[in-house]
């Protein structure tokens, strides 16, 4: 009888433990959920992953800044962009495409969708020399001119006379700044960043007896630019023709001509014209496009070589 006794108080206390075990189970749970909650930084966490997920993914494109189509005769349209030539998108830098010699101050405010080596917004570092620009003509082949702030960029940077036309902003190490067109190209004994400045560029930011003095430069897309013009190169024909674009406040990225239903680009030379070998196209319609990726298209151009013919437009400032 006592064992029986015995027994049962020890099956009593079973019950007990397990009837208790769930509740000890709660109540330590409850307590490592308030450990959580209340331990350093957890809302600031929380605050943060409900902010991200609310701003979304970052990062926007700028659009193509159009402005108003001047007076033109010929006639004149501008458009930024059509769906029978896409405007190509910027890509990563490589290491043959890199801008060269940067200023480690300098930042992409502005990425041109066509630019080359010179990219807007984009500071460059190197050194100024000077030569005798003469009547202001060179390899951009835009013949004399009475403006001589002018320069030479050198062999890499001109890039196939891709920086021809540009207006480029130079500061010497004192601070002082003179704006030039680029209208040269210096040979392959200038390195990369490089300017060769008309004597008079020069004499802006140095004394000339100075000879060579570090700068900085950038792009620049001025205001008060009078309007692009458009010449045949002497000895064109509906059977053989080369274009070149005078006058454009930003650099000039593609020229084509209207066949057909499409449009033809026209490589560029060295000396800064867009040619058609075969003729196609040759008279006709022509569209101009800038390193912004805005087109300027013009109609009526007369087929009249060596003559630089005025098209009323320019493209926006950026």
């Not at 990219?119 to 403006?147: E, I, L, Q, W």
């Not at 320069?151 to 704006?179: F, I, Q």
């Not at 001025?222 to 006058?247: D, E, F, H, M, N």
Request: some cysteine; overall charge positive; glycine content about 12%.
């Amino acid at each position: 009888m006592k064992e029986t006794r015995q027994a049962a108080r020890r099956h009593g206390r079973r019950r007990t433990l397990w009837a208790l075990t769930p509740v000890a189970l709660v109540t330590v749970g409850a307590l490592i959920c308030l450990a959580v909650a209340f331990r350093p930084g957890h809302r600031a966490d929380t605050a943060d992953t409900a902010a991200s997920a609310a701003a979304g993914p970052r990062g926007s494109a700028a659009p193509v800044r159009e402005s108003a189509p001047g007076s033109a005769s010929p006639t004149v349209t501008r458009s930024p962009g059509s769906a029978d030539s896409p405007t190509a998108t910027a890509r990563p830098s490589t290491a043959s495409a890199r801008p060269s010699a940067p200023d480690a101050s300098g930042t992409t405010a502005t990425t041109a969708s066509l630019a080359g080596r010179i990219r807007p917004g984009v500071g460059y570092r190197g050194v100024a020399t000077t030569y005798d620009a003469g009547t202001g003509d060179g390899a951009c082949s835009y013949g004399p001119s009475d403006d001589l702030m002018t320069a030479a960029m050198n062999h890499t940077d001109y890039e196939t006379s891709k920086a021809c036309g540009a207006y480029v902003l130079v500061r010497a190490a004192g601070g002082a700044t003179v704006t030039v067109r680029i209208t040269n190209e210096c040979p392959a004994g200038c390195a990369p960043g490089q300017l060769d400045l008309s004597a008079q560029a020069f004499a802006r930011l140095a004394n000339p007896a100075a000879g060579r003095i570090p700068i900085t430069w950038k792009l620049l897309s001025p205001g008060g630019s009078g309007t692009l013009s458009l010449r045949y190169k002497t000895g064109s024909s509906r059977y053989w023709c080369a274009l070149q674009v005078i006058g454009h406040r930003n650099p000039v990225a593609r020229l084509e001509l209207r066949v057909g239903g499409g449009w033809r680009r026209l490589p560029r030379t060295d000396y800064n014209y867009f040619l058609a070998e075969d003729g196609g196209g040759c008279g006709g319609t022509i569209r101009i496009t800038d390193i912004y990726g805005e087109r300027l298209t013009v109609d009526g151009v007369a087929l009249r070589p060596g003559t630089a013919r005025t098209t009323g437009l320019q493209f926006a400032r950026h």
